[in-house]
Each structure stands twice: as C-alpha cells, then as structure tokens.
T-cell receptor, first 116, second 111 residues
Framework: DAGVTQSPTHLIKTRGQQVTLRCSPK?????VSWYQQALGQGPQFIFQ???????QRGNFPDRFSGHQFPNYSSELNVNALLLGDSALYLC???????????????FGEGSRLTVL | EDQVTQSPEALRLQEGESSSLNCSYT??????LFWYRQDPGKGPEFLFT???AGEEKEKERLKATLTKKESFLHITAPKPEDSATYLC????????????FGAGTQVVVTP
C-alpha cells in the first residue's frame, strides 16, 4: 500500500521564478493538505483540497495556489519566489469522511525547495 | 488565536533515562491533539491522537497524556532509535486536516 508520495524531492530555484510541486495521496484518501516547514520550525498549514476545490486556507499570500485532480492527486504552485519561500513542503492526506473521523493526517517525505 | 508551545526545545538523554516532553496549548474548541515523530529530512510520522482530558495512549516506550491545557509525551527507557524531533499539533473546531503545530522538541538519545 503506497503512502503519500511527493515529487520532486529536492529542487533549487532563483528569486522570481515559479515552482510546481506534486503529491499523490495515500491509497483511498480523498483530501489533501499542504504544509510549509521552515528549518527548525513546525509545519505551517497552507491549504486543503477536497473534491477538487480549495476548502480551507492558512495565512499564505495568493502567490501560493493549488489544484486537485479527479484522481485526488494535487499540485502546489508558488509564483514570484522569494528567499523566504525556502522550506520543506509537505503534503498530507486523509479520508474526508472517516467513520471514526480521527483527523489523522498521513504525511509524505516532502519536497525541499531552495530559493537563491 | 490558537497557540501551541512545546518544551524543552531540545533534550539529550542517556539510553534508559526516562523523561517527558511538554505541549501546552490554547485553542478554541479542541477536537484533537496529535503527536508526530519526525526524523531529519523526512515527513512527520503519526504517533497518537488524544481527544479528551484524562485520555492516555501508549506505543512501545512512548505514552501520551492529555489535560485541559497541556499534553505530555513520556519516553520510558529510551533507546538511540528514539532520537527524533517530536511534534505536537492541535485540531480546532471542525477544520479537519488543518493542524496547528508546535515547533517541536528535538530528542537525542546517546548509548
């Protein structure tokens, strides 16, 4: 049973460029959340997608956008990259309507973005 | 505003030396408190969910407890493989999937 998979694992961009990160949720999961984790900090919630729509959003600017596809996979796009966008970007998935509704999130290994 | 504070920031233990990590929280309408383990360069790995004060969960050498204001993660007789950063997160209201994380406690267990 494949867990949450993310690509690419590492990438380097320069200021002003745009980046797209990809995520495939754990088998059977239909909801995807994205988090940003700066070095030495806990993950910060960016947004969540369910049924191909953005359902919740954290305190991130519009430069951060996303998409969810019919197969539940998701993309995170960041435009006009800033040095401060350098971080580990984590994708997490869950069942939207779990019978227990435990709220448990399964995380991928992350995409490490470095902005120069 | 919801807030999660973990202490200490870092903890160095000898193998077999038990200790506790603290997670204090301020949140409106707590729906769940989560503990995750994170190894360097990896994604967080789920450990426990606690839903109400007085609840306890155990897994191998780890035990998590919850009160109305804080949670503790007790590590009993740790081994070097328990070395990791332990993250605490809260789920407020009905925003399932939107977790508020603390900054974590980095634990190093030496032989």
């Amino acid at each position: 049973d494949a867990g949450v998979t993310q690509s690419p694992t590492h990438l380097i961009k320069t200021r002003g460029q745009q980046v797209t990160l990809r995520c495939s949720p754990k088998s059977g999961h239909d909801t995807v959340s994205w988090y940003q984790q700066a070095l030495g900090q806990g993950p910060q919630f960016i947004f969540q997608y369910y049924e191909e729509e953005e359902r919740q959003r954290g305190n991130f600017p519009d430069r951060f956008s996303g998409h969810q596809f019919p197969n539940y996979s998701s993309e995170l796009n960041v435009n006009a990259l800033l040095l401060g966008d350098s971080a580990l970007y984590l994708c997490a998935s869950r069942w939207a309507t779990s019978g227990k509704n435990t709220g448990e999130l399964f995380f991928g290994e992350g995409s490490r973005l470095t902005v120069l | 505003e919801d807030q999660v504070t973990q202490s200490p920031e870092a903890l160095r233990l000898q193998e077999g030396e038990s200790s506790s990590l603290n997670c204090s929280y301020t949140v409106s309408g707590l729906r769940g408190l989560f503990w995750y383990r994170q190894d360097p360069g990896k994604g967080p790995e789920f450990l426990f969910t606690l839903y109400s004060a007085g609840e306890e969960k155990e897994k191998e050498r780890l035990k998590a407890t919850l009160t109305k204001k804080e949670s503790f993660l007790h590590i009993t007789a740790p081994k070097p493989e328990d070395s990791a950063t332990y993250l605490c997160a809260v789920q407020a209201g009905y925003s399932w999937g939107k977790l508020q994380f603390g900054a974590g406690t980095q634990v190093v267990v030496t032989p």
